[in-house]
């Protein structure tokens, strides 16, 4: 009999950071570690990461990190993550090789840290506990489903899978492996959300293939094909159809340099030397317009579409978009980018080149459909299922599959993120809340910012900044000279002079009064100044702008007479 207990600290109700935690009686096995991208109005935070204080707090239980593929909302915290605690981490080549990249940029030493690779024929066992690998067909190579084989029965994480019968070689569906787990007592299946919603997509790539065809075949101008750095499958079949119609090939964008590179440079991006164009500089020698020339425009979230908006104002150094031009964009908005893309995609229709859209509804999708969530299901038959990774509605619509399957409502775990359930002889025993925080980054993975930090950059955002100076005798308690006054980021009906009249007097009226007293505190002056400024802006402009004060005490020499 085992005592389990499964939680996620995040990619439950949300997109992105995926984490979930499963202990097996005193083992806790960690599955993915994920960010999720900034909202629009998180100022300067470059990634969000789950909140691992849980983890910290019990970390020398802690088996590994399993993970299941290489994209940043599963493996992005893993620098995070391994800075506080440094676990072992399991994962196949690709993926690891990717995380060893990722701990570079960050600046980590990889041989402090274990990571180990795996394949789909590695078992590894852990006291009573056996964790195996299936492949699994997704965007990137070498995705992996993890089966946890406890006493009462199989736990098997399934995130970002479909069952398209891939032939490249690095996204073939272990299907006799997922069979054999069937086989047994399947406790509960952890399985991704967030392609239910997607009716009425192609089951396959011919209509990609299709229009891809006609349009290299209809031109020997450049086609510039803007697509997801992630999405490395679908960057593959267009270079297959590219080369069979013997076009150049080019790469442009931060993603080419991280990902697509990196698929190239280690075999799984598959491109001979002699067909890659590298592209120099525009001058007035080299317009990089070159005949039968296909150039790939990648990157994540709204990267190719700066791309794109870069090169039809013909800003970028590389690019030019001119008439004749073919713009393919195989890259559907990401949500909260539907306003920005709308606007590129205005300019880039306001050229003389050709433009052709796939949707979302016109390309295959790589997550798990509807059919795709009964054909696993069917297979592995388990008694839970828990609905992970996707916005609420997405779970919602995964547990009404589940419902139509004849499951019973008792049996479907629709958590929240930081609900954990207590499952004893193979009966749910308790939930439990635990409370989690999300924890924003700025710049390298390694530091964090906190809430604090983002609230005054949306003030700033939104109200301006005013940054008052003031430099006092403190032998003498007067003021050197008047105020050193900078406003910025608002406006107003007052002039410059007016305002910084009125935030100079106060600030005249209340260091006077407060350098006359025998003792004070330059801390609280500052927050008497921050107030009372803050107060009178108000009162004149109708904004709160963020208020820094700078004191400068002086101890200045006596002047002989």
Do not use: W
């Amino acid at each position: 009999m085992a005592n389990i207990k499964i939680m996620a600290l995040g990619g439950l109700g949300e997109q992105g950071k995926n984490m979930y935690v499963v202990e097996i009686n005193d083992n806790i096995f960690v599955l993915d570690a994920g960010i999720k991208y900034p909202e629009i109005d998180m100022f300067g935070v470059d990634a969000v990461v789950p909140d691992i204080s849980y983890l910290i707090e019990n970390k020398k239980r802690i088996q590994g990190v399993f993970l299941s593929h290489g994209h940043e909302d599963n493996i992005g915290a893993i620098p995070y993550l391994l800075e506080r605690i440094p676990v072992r981490v399991y994962g196949t080549h690709y993926t690891l090789s990717l995380v060893e990249d990722s701990l570079k940029m960050n600046k980590m030493d990889i041989k402090k840290y274990k990571l180990y690779r795996i394949n789909d024929k590695k078992v590894l066992t852990f006291d009573d506990v056996t964790v195996s690998f299936f492949n699994t067909t997704h965007s990137v190579p070498e995705s992996v489903g993890i089966a946890l084989q406890t006493d009462d029965g199989t736990i098997v994480y399934a995130t970002d899978f479909n069952f398209n019968p891939e032939t490249e070689s690095y996204y073939k569906v272990s299907y006799e492996k997922i069979t054999d787990i069937g086989k047994e007592k399947v406790l509960a299946v952890l399985s991704e959300s967030v392609g239910t919603s997607s009716l009425g997509r192609p089951s396959d790539f011919s209509n990609f293939e299709y229009k891809l065809n006609n349009i290299l075949n209809s031109t020997e101008k450049r086609v510039i094909i803007a697509a997801y750095s992630e999405d490395l499958l679908r960057v593959q079949k267009a270079i297959n159809i590219a080369l069979q119609k013997e076009k150049k090939i080019a790469f442009i964008g931060k993603g080419s340099e991280r990902l697509v590179n990196f698929a190239r440079n280690t075999n799984y991006i598959n491109i001979d030397e002699e067909s890659l164009v590298n592209l120099k500089y525009i001058d007035e020698h080299n317009t990089n317009n070159i005949k039968d020339l296909v150039v790939f425009v990648t990157g994540v979230r709204n990267e190719p579409y700066a791309a794109l908006n870069r090169m039809v104002k013909h800003e970028d150094r590389l690019i030019h978009i001119e008439k004749g031009d073919s713009i393919v964009i195989v890259c559907p908005p990401k949500s909260g980018s539907e306003l920005y893309v709308t606007n590129v995609i205005n300019e880039l229709y306001r050229s003389d080149a050709s433009i052709t859209i796939f949707d979302k509804n016109d390309i295959f999708g790589t997550h798990a459909t509807n059919a795709d969530l009964k054909t696993l299901y069917s297979m592995l038959k388990p008694k839970f299922a828990m609905p992970i990774k996707g916005e609420y509605r997405h779970m919602y619509d995964h547990s009404q599959v589940l419902l139509k399957m004849g499951y019973n409502k008792e049996n479907i775990l629709t958590l929240e993120n930081g609900e954990m359930i207590e499952i004893v002889n193979g009966e749910i025993v308790n939930i439990e809340k635990k409370s989690l925080s999300d924890i924003f980054v700025n710049g390298s993975l390694v530091g964090g910012v906190n809430e604090k930090v983002i609230k005054d950059r949306e003030t700033l955002s939104e109200q301006g900044i005013v940054i008052v100076n003031v430099a006092y005798d403190v032998r003498t308690r007067k003021l050197i000279n008047d105020p050193s006054i900078i406003t910025k980021g608002f406006t107003y009906k007052l002039s410059d002079e007016q305002l910084d009249e009125i935030v100079s007097n106060i600030t005249v009226k209340i260091v006077n009064n407060t350098l006359l007293k025998k003792s004070f505190h330059v801390e609280q002056l500052k927050e008497v100044l921050q107030t009372e400024i803050s107060n009178q802006l108000f009162r004149y402009t109708k904004h709160r702008p963020i208020i820094m004060i700078s004191i400068t005490e002086v101890n200045k020499p006596k002047t002989k007479e």
